[in-house]
């Protein structure tokens, strides 16, 4: 029931039930999240961009000098451990192919096993004649992954077998098996004709005749480099305990940088490698064992024998048993590598989508920018300023237009109103001191201001409007008499 539960929340949380989609037949299907859409994203769109990402954070971890970094990203041919030359390395791949000679060659099969024989070509009815060499001895490809797949998917169903990848199985059979795969049909490994062993087996000579390692040649000097990250202590002196979680991190940046056959290949290989290691107390091949037997198919350069590694041969070891004890961690992406790739996508979509007035000028556009208007004497105005300039003028019309009203409730309730708005336009000198005649007066306003013009009301303001000036003309002439009577009082 915990297995279930557990299987069950692993499962939840990479599903996604909340879908908007307008096909309705697609609606109540499940996706499955890919939390490195953006760097496989970019990874394809834009591999420039990609690989220098990818690359200055792998140069952060450990330290690739001119040369390294060279043979890295491929420019330079890497060297070859033991300063092995291009002819040493021509008779050691002769040595080689008389070495596989010798041990696919057995003498006439017995009437036992032709019959043994018989039987097998039975499963593999209507193999065609295919031309040799299509998955085995080729370079990777994603058919070659597909053939190749079937044996891993039967090795997943067989891991409890003792000595598996160590005990070797039947060359006849492996021969047969191999003719099959290169033909490009499908076998049928279940029917009981074939070991586990004699899989297993294939599977290696499979990884030894690639063309070059899985992990490819240039990334060698690298792997071994992420074998020596070590942790310090408190005096900032090495010590000979890993630093699994830096370790963790270059080689997931050193996957990313492989071709995407290598690293689909990588996946599920380390994967079965990972499941083979949990079943140890069956098959006896723990995470170091197996590491024994893939270090040379996968990470050594080819025509590369254990004398010219010498030291290096146990750092290889340890390297590829680490990797089969953490594969389930390697072939994720870093957080901030995803976070990058993320913003290299969005950030442009939300500068593309945001308004003009807040996206900032560029440092070239403002120094052309005198150059293209020389005879306005400035910079043309920003959309921003455009917008405030037409809110200025219309601001003003408004208020010219309410400024130019005849005197009524009305009037005053807007000049009201603009105080406590607190408008900063200002009226012109001229709107203010000139009353001319409103332009856009309409026809009921004017019918309005001459039925109040003849109204006694209006007859009766005025005269009270007359009366007022007239006392304070009586008063005007009245305060020239009274100055010098003060005076003489003052002076008495």
Not at 62 to 75: F, K, N, V, Y
Not at 87 to 104: C, D, H, I, V
Not at 143 to 164: C, D, F, M, P, T
Not at 229 to 254: H, S, V, W, Y
Request: net charge positive; hydrophobic share 35%.
């Amino acid at each position: 029931m915990a297995a279930g539960a557990e299987q069950q929340r692993g499962v939840s949380e990479t599903i996604c039930n909340f879908v908007i989609c307008n096909d309705p037949s697609l609606r109540g299907q499940p996706i499955i999240f890919n939390p490195d859409f953006f760097v496989e994203k970019l990874r394809h769109e834009k591999p420039e961009v990609f690989t220098e990402l990818v690359v200055s954070n792998i140069t952060r971890l450990i330290d690739l000098p001119g040369t390294e970094l060279a043979q890295l990203m491929g420019e330079e041919e890497p060297k070859l451990p033991g300063g092995t030359s291009t002819a040493s390395g021509f008779f050691r791949s002769l040595m080689s192919l008389k070495r596989k000679a010798n041990t696919w060659h057995h003498p006439l099969p017995s009437a036992q096993t032709s019959a043994q024989l018989s039987r097998v070509t039975s499963v593999l009815v209507g193999i065609p004649g295919a031309d040799k060499g299509v998955v085995f001895g080729s370079p990777l490809t994603e058919e070659g992954i597909a053939q190749v797949s079937q044996l891993i998917e039967y090795l997943h169903k067989n891991l409890r077998v003792e000595g598996l990848f160590r005990v070797p199985g039947n060359s006849v059979r492996q021969q047969l098996l191999k003719d099959a795969l290169n033909s490009g049909m499908d076998v049928d490994l279940d029917s009981g004709e074939f070991h586990s062993n004699d899989v297993a087996t294939l599977l290696k000579v499979f990884l030894g005749e690639l063309p070059e390692p899985l992990l490819t040649r240039k990334h060698f000097l690298a792997h071994l480099k992420i074998a020596d990250l070590m942790l310090f202590d408190e005096k900032g002196n090495k010590t000979g305990a890993p630093d699994k979680e830096r370790q963790i991190e270059a080689l997931q940046l050193l996957f990313l940088l492989l071709p995407a056959p290598n690293r689909s290949l990588l996946k599920l290989l380390l994967d079965l490698l990972y499941q083979t290691a949990k079943k140890q107390d069956k098959n006896k091949m723990s995470a170091h064992n197996l590491a024994l037997m893939f270090a040379p198919h996968i990470l050594w350069p080819r025509n590369v024998t254990a004398n010219d590694l010498q030291e290096n041969i146990i750092k290889l070891n340890n390297g590829v048993a680490f990797m089969i004890k953490h594969s389930q961690k390697l072939f994720k992406a870093p957080v901030y590598i995803r976070e990058c790739a993320r913003l290299q996508y969005l950030s442009s979509r939300a500068h593309a989508s945001k308004d003009d007035l807040d996206l900032p000028t560029a440092p070239a556009s403002k120094e052309l920018q005198p150059l293209k208007s020389p005879k306005r004497g400035r910079p043309e105005p920003s959309p921003r300023q455009e917008t405030q300039q037409r809110t200025e003028e219309a601001l003003r019309e408004l208020f010219r237009h309410v400024h130019n009203m005849p005197d009524s409730a009305k009037k005053k309730k807007l000049i009201r109103q603009r105080k406590v708005l607190g408008t900063p336009v200002m009226l012109e000198r001229k709107s203010r001191d000139a009353t001319p005649e409103p332009e856009h007066t309409s026809k009921e306003n004017i019918q309005l201001l001459q039925k109040l013009s003849g109204s006694p009301a209006t007859h009766a303001a005025r005269a009270r409007l007359k009366s007022s000036e007239g006392r304070k003309e009586d008063c005007c002439k009245r305060l020239p008499a009274r100055a010098p009577s003060r005076e003489s009082s003052s002076s008495c």
